[in-house]
């Protein structure tokens, strides 16, 4: 690994543009799906249903719901989860074509109007503006002096009368060998061919009218349903073409364009769909395009994140993930069903971003913070030879092996991932309760160096014993004890005064910005010391203060 790098790599240099939907609890859901349900199961002081020591959330909610993955179960239960996609398949070379001036309600677009506008290349990812996200929950009113109230219906605009693919379009897509295709809209389909067809027939009646006033023919003689369920429902997700559904953000201010792009969902695994960040690089002035992308196409991805599933542990008296298939593919005609899943779970299991509202109650939100915060230069710090059970890391073994510049990203690397649920090693009691954890001076350390933020692979950035743990493993907690004394010459509360030091990478780093991320896992693995470019691909929650999400480190 090159420390000090000659030539900048393209990603320091790169315009990032957030093409992600804000997410809230007045973020409509799919139609007929649960919305996003936040409540707080704990506080700093004590809550109903979880007690005192942390403001932890519990959250119901439909992956459909927000900016969203659509991958290839969701239509055919042979196919693989999320979790299982690979990075190749959701990053690369793009085309990002703005159609928001040609289409309309109940509309079409068609491939010949896409490349009119943009090239669009075998292997693309393909991002549709089609202008609808102006109805999301989010934007001002659209006026309409004809409509109830003088402004459109938003949920209606955006999820019933969006303009949807033409029927050559996704054999077009086939053709071309796109792998993902993303839209600015409640769905990928015309959402006359999906189960609101059924749900709004009012809606449906007057989308044929205006069909058969431009083509003289029904809609099932456009789609006719045999047809079009074999290609939804086999041909497309056995192909692996993937969806990305309800993008925002800055995508209006792109145009019609080339670009590099990133779709990073939450790699689940017993599910069809995950929220995703979508994120647009494009070069800066003075660099070639071509050449840019090219660069792009060919950097080293390290998937930080472990998978998400029902089988990852939990952090103490916080509840687990939990979810139930409220609709299978082969629950509605005409080809409509799907596989879709409602979720529950608390934030603290799996990879995660503990936020500044977790212990802060005056900090940000993970939807406040920009996205410019969560990417950029950092370290990979192995310490893995020096750590043991219990025991505590400094910041001097840090800098002994690599210079910490400001505002760089840590990442520490303990060795405690091999014990995590997914390992061949796993142990979970070592995993949750016996890892190493900062000494005292660290918090402090971390606050002079102006460190943006933090991660670890263990389950909590703190010591165990320096959190509730420590009362509820009595046995642990004397053994750290003493290995502190044998280590340091002091007994844990002299070393760690509790007003002081309780939870402190937490309670002192938090008000100043400092955040982490837990539970790091997968190539973190082969990860050596160096420096890399990292980021943290989180849903935009407006009210969340934690989520998962996908951490990649890009070696420079």
Known sequence: MNESATTPHPLTRAHWHDLTQPLSIFTPPWPGEMPLQVHFFKRLTGSWGGGQGANGQLIEWSNNTGTHLVGPRAFHSGCESIAEISLDRLCGPTAIVDLSDAVSDYGFYTPEMIEQRVEVREGDILVINT???????????????????????????????????SPDFFPWALERKLKLVAVDCGSAEHPMNTNLRFLHPNEFDKAEAALRAATGQSWEEVFPPHEYQRLTHTTLPKAGLLLAESLGGDLANLGSRRAWVMVQPIPFMEV??????????????????????????????????????????????????????????????????????????????????????????????????PLDHWHGEGVIVDISEEVSDCSVYTPQMIEDRIEVRPHD??????????????????????????HPGPSPDFAAWCIERQVR???????????????????????????????????????????????????????????????????LGGAIAEASTGRYYIAAFLQRGMELASCWGRFIAFEL
Not at 351 to 361: P, S
Not at 409 to 434: A, C, Q, V
Request: hydrophobic share 35%.
């Open 272 to 369: 069809e769909s995950a929220w995703c960040r979508v994120v647009a690089l494009t070069p800066p002035d003075d660099h070639d395009e071509e050449s840019f992308y090219g660069d792009l196409d060919h950097c080293e991805a390290m998937d930080l994140t472990l998978p998400f599933s029902v089988q990852t542990p939990q952090w103490a008296n916080y509840e687990p993930l939990s979810l139930k298939y409220t609709k299978r593919v082969g629950g509605l005609d005409f080809g409509l069903g799907r596989n879709n899943a409602h979720c529950r779970a608390s934030f603290h299991l799996a990879t995660h971003m503990d936020g500044e509202k977790h212990f802060w109650a005056a900090g940000r939100t993970l939807g406040e913070v």
């Open 131 to 165: 202008g609808y996200h102006r109805y999301t929950w989010d934007h001002p009113d659209v006026a309409n002096p004809k409509a109830q109230g003088g402004v459109e219906n938003k949920e209606f605009g955006y999820y019933l009368r969006h303009p949807g693919p």
């Open 409 to 434: 990203i840590l990442l520490i690397k303990t060795g405690w991932h091999r014990f995590g649920w997914n390992s061949p090693d796993s142990d979970e009691f070592r995993y949750m309760i016996r």
């Open 453 to 519: 933020w933090l991660g670890i692979d263990c389950v909590a950035m703190e010591h165990p014993m320096n959190t509730i743990q420590r009362r509820m493993h009595p046995k642990t907690f004397a053994e750290a004890n003493q290995k502190l004394i044998d280590q340091f010459g002091q007994d844990w509360d002299s070393m760690y005064p509790l007003d002081q030091y309780y939870q402190d990478m937490h309670l002192n780093l938090f008000p100043k910005g400092i955040v982490h991320a837990e539970n």
